[in-house]
């Protein structure tokens, strides 16, 4: 089953199938989303600003928090900021990311 993800600011929609990441669904979707690592969730450029999910994400690895805690505007006591190579949502999804285009 497939959830819906919105991208804001730019209303970007589409779908991301059971066990796939938002850049992989992007990927698919035919959206380019800024990474450097090759979705090793090691460098933070695909972070976003989860806005609302229908469901409680699953909690990060310690290899993600690991990696948001380079991010300024991270905290623990705040689980929006996430990695888009790293979510795998199993519930609709609204995530704040500049810079995701289409191919």
Request: proline content about 8%; overall charge negative.
């Amino acid at each position: 089953m497939a959830t819906h993800l919105v991208v804001q600011p730019e209303g970007l929609e589409f779908d991301v199938l059971d066990g796939e990441s938002l850049i992989e669904a992007a990927d698919r979707a035919g959206y380019s989303w800024p990474s450097v690592c090759g979705r090793q969730g090691v460098c933070s450029t695909c972070s976003v600003q989860v806005l609302s999910s229908d469901e409680p994400l699953a909690a990060p690895t310690p290899a993600e928090v690991e990696t948001l805690q380079m991010l300024p505007k991270w905290s623990a006591d705040d689980d929006s900021l996430r990695l888009a190579c790293q979510i795998r949502p199993v519930a609709n999804l609204v995530v704040r990311k500049f810079g995701v285009r289409p191919k």
